[in-house]
């Protein structure tokens, strides 16, 4: 094989009647009016002889794990769906800890999988390719920290046939929540606007793929604007103004040119237990009181309202499932649900200068995964988070011992 892994793309439409039931928010005043952005499944593969790995994102709030198994039976050796987690798509299924994916969406979703990864497998060629990473600032923070920094780390891997580039996947850990409750226009949000503008400064030959990282905490709260289809456009063009500059900057080789680049992957399943701790209602709600006329301590409170009244009723363990995949020299980490930015630092933290990316939303919603410390300040995410403290870290430490195990 000349060049090293063969590399593919492809896309295929994820059509939203008006009047579909829209996911991510509890309070939105009714279904999709139309469409303001349309919404997309992409995939990637990487092949090396008979092995080939899959990864396939989707504009949806979440992937449920009896869509991700059907996905993976149907299509690639190896395949991660991965949720773009638009609070402006479609309502499939996202209950934290984990449902059904509800029709049509199981069969909708899965014939776009199905067709996307087809036509990346049809186009795959020799492709070497390269890892870029940088701090990406003025457009997500902690959400629960107003002073927070604005800035987070940008993960961009270059595809290049001969020296030129034929494609990019960006991964962005920040909510794609620009838009609010209010609208119903379907959109891919924030991720939609990033794909626009980068193919805007990259040009019609160059396909881009942009999946969600460890955004759990991280959103555009307090860096937008506005929330609306002009500030979608500003936030998009920041990032990708920035990924252009990671593409012309010093990267770390992750597939060589060479037939010896080889494919692995692993996988490990585990039982996550259930948060306990009760909240206090009442008082929650006299915070919300208290804070009337001060904008960002009211949004505040009443976030942490609002995670308390999320948490469901179910008991007994949550199951998730954390996936590992080295491609050449680069390592991609593909986490379930939410999981703090902290968790992917940890992770590629020990990467001991390998490249390394972490994903989020990957086969699989067990909800918000805070870091330990996060219960103890009460924040909306751990108020709200079906599993019990230490989960996050139990995920991190899979992936670690995984990543050892391809290593080895």
Known sequence: MRGGLAVGYGAAALVVPEGTPMGGYVDRPGPSTGVLDPLQVSAVT?????????????????????????VRREAADEVWLAASHTHAGPE????????????????????????????????????????????????GADRSRPDADAVVPLDVVAVRDGGLLVGVVVVLP?????????????????????????RVRLGDGVWVVVATGAAGDMSTRHTRRGQDAAELDRLGDVVAARCVELLAGPATPA????AESAIAWARRRLTLERATVAADVEALEADVERAAGDPV????????????????????????EVSVVRLGDLALVGLPGEPFLAVADGIVGASRGRATVVLGYVNGYPGYLPTADAYLRAEYEALASQVAPGS??????????????LSS
Do not use: K, Y
Not at 174 to 190: G, Q
């Open 297 to 320: 301590a009211s949004r505040l409170a009443m976030s942490r309202l609002e995670g308390v009244r999320a948490r469901t009723a179910a008991t007994g363990p949550i199951s998730a």
């Open 255 to 258: 597939w060589p040119s060479s």
């Open 392 to 405: 996050a870290e139990l995920l991190a430490g899979t992936a670690r011992d995984l990543l050892a195990e």
């Open 46 to 70: 990487w092949r090396a002889g008979e092995r080939r790995f899959a990864l396939v994102t989707a504009d949806v709030i979440c992937v449920n794990e009896d869509l991700a198994q059907r």
């Open 92 to 139: 499939t299924g996202c209950v934290p800890g984990g449902g059904p994916t509800p029709e049509p969406w199981q069969d909708a979703i899965a014939a776009a999988c199905r067709s996307a990864v087809q036509a990346a497998m049809e186009g795959e060629r020799p492709c070497e390719g390269a890892a870029h990473r940088g701090e990406l600032r003025g457009v």
């Open 174 to 198: 920040v909510h794609p929540t620009v838009l609010p409750a209010a609208n119903r226009m379907v959109s891919a949000d924030l991720v939609g606007a990033v794909r626009r503008r980068l």
